[in-house]
């Protein structure tokens, strides 16, 4: 067997259906087409998932191109168990709404922790700027 150093060795996955998790938490299945030194990816037929506690949706986005800094973990999918899930497929507009309904009780818990540090004179960087450390 012939070892290949970085994304070189992910040739021979071109054409199967894999699993990217992305720096901001989005999870996208799709069939990869294209790879490059930086890891770009190129997915086809992509699918955006979106889980929320036993549930989950597909919303369909094609082709989808992924610069590589973004990608967190890329998996191939078992095709044979891709169906066996404990999980229950509902439709976009279902799980959309549970997103959003998780999105806020999540906002609601938060709100307290943030007056008692603002009370204190502390401040919390926003999400996007701690990147830049």
Same mark, same amino acid.
């Given at each position: 067997?012939?070892?290949?150093?970085?994304?070189?060795?992910?040739?021979?996955?071109?054409?199967?259906?894999?699993?990217?998790?992305?720096?901001?938490?989005?999870?996208?299945?799709?069939?990869?087409?294209?790879?490059?030194?930086?890891?770009?990816?190129?997915?086809?037929?992509?699918?955006?998932?979106?889980?929320? %506690?036993?549930?989950?949706?597909?919303?369909?986005? %094609?082709?989808?191109?992924?610069?590589?800094?973004?990608?967190?973990?890329?998996?191939?999918?078992?095709?044979?168990?891709?169906?066996?899930?404990?999980?229950?497929?509902?439709?976009?507009?279902?799980?959309?709404?549970?997103?959003?309904?998780?999105?806020?009780?999540?906002?609601?818990?938060?709100?307290?922790?943030?007056?008692?540090?603002?009370?204190? %004179?502390?401040?919390?960087?926003?999400?996007?700027?701690?990147?830049?450390?």
């Amino acid at each position: 067997m012939n070892y290949m150093p970085g994304t070189a060795s992910l040739i021979e996955d071109i054409d199967k259906k894999h699993l990217v998790l992305l720096r901001d938490g989005r999870t996208l299945i799709g069939i990869l087409r294209s790879i490059d030194q930086f890891a770009n990816l190129v997915l086809h037929q992509t699918v955006e998932r979106i889980h929320v %506690g036993k549930k989950f949706g597909d919303i369909p986005r %094609g082709i989808f191109v992924v610069r590589g800094e973004n990608v967190v973990l890329l998996g191939e999918v078992d095709l044979d168990k891709e169906y066996d899930q404990v999980l229950q497929r509902v439709s976009i507009e279902e799980i959309l709404e549970e997103q959003r309904t998780e999105q806020q009780a999540k906002q609601e818990s938060e709100r307290p922790k943030l007056q008692a540090v603002k009370e204190r %004179g502390l401040s919390i960087p926003k999400a996007d700027t701690l990147d830049d450390f």
